[in-house]
């Protein structure tokens, strides 16, 4: 599997630096250009305060996750747009090779550009506020769970993202599906909460600024990783070359 799953992945690579050498890349410039603003420009300001702030750090993870969407709602629905899906399909790669293959292409440049704007906030931090021979960096815990939700945000992504792209027919639609999805995940919980009783409300906030800050990072980070997988095995499962629509 995995050897079927490293031949997609060249081959989506292949397809990109194909796009990049072609009239879109001024535009992916300008796309690089404002991650790498958006990666600076808190720890720029904020200074130490940005590095021990887990809110702040949160900022890299949700930005190596929004790389992973283009690649990944492309994966299945750019196939069928340019009528290359059927030769996909004809090719002797095992169905969990081709699957793993996308996903290592959406998730692996995702979580590298995530870990580089990581390292550009911190010497941003370090260069402008930093003392001589001292360094600013974050807990330990904090950096390493920040470094986790780097790749985890993107294989959520990823794993939602396929599932979307195999039934869409258009890459559009699936953006705009994956878009829809994510907003929910999102918005749901925050009007759940604005919803729930004063007290209910009054606990959470609580439970959110203890000191037991490592007990909520491996919940959050045990969360993300079973929801992570739930989503691959899915993935994997919806793929099958018989019923798989290709217009």
């Known amino acids: 599997m995995w050897r079927d799953a490293l031949i997609v992945f060249s081959k ?14 001024f535009g992916l410039w300008m796309v690089g250009a404002l991650f790498v603003g958006l990666s600076t420009f808190g720890a720029f300001f904020a200074g130490p305060a940005w590095v021990e702030s887990p809110v ?46 996308k996903i290592m292409a959406a998730v692996i440049p995702a979580f590298v550009a995530g870990l580089v704007l990581l390292a550009l906030g911190l010497a941003t931090v370090n260069l402008k506020h930093a003392e001589a021979g001292s360094l600013i960096l974050p807990p330990g815990s904090l950096f390493w769970a920040t470094v986790a939700l ?8 990823a794993g939602a993202g396929t599932i979307v792209s195999l039934n869409s027919s258009t890459v559009r639609r699936a953006q705009q599906m994956l878009g829809f999805a994510i907003v ?8 759940v909460v604005m919803a729930a009783p004063e007290w209910i409300r009054a606990e959470l906030m609580a439970v ?29 499962k919806r793929f099958r070359r018989g019923r798989l629509p290709l217009d």
């Open 12 to 25: 989506e690579w292949k397809a990109l630096a194909d796009q990049l050498g072609g009239d879109s890349r």
């Open 56 to 101: 702040a750090l949160v900022n890299y993870p949700l930005l190596a996750a929004s790389i992973a969407i283009q690649p990944i709602v492309d994966s299945f629905a750019g196939e069928r747009e340019r009528h290359t899906l059927e030769t996909l399909l004809a090719s002797r790669l095992s169905d969990r090779g081709i699957v793993a293959g």
């Open 150 to 157: 780097i790749g985890l945000l993107p294989l959520l992504v």
């Open 184 to 191: 929910g995940v999102i918005l749901i919980p925050f009007l």
């Open 208 to 236: 959110a600024t203890s000191s037991d800050l490592d007990r909520l990072i491996l919940l959050a980070l045990s969360l993300a990783t079973l929801l992570a997988v739930c989503l691959q095995v899915v993935a994997v």
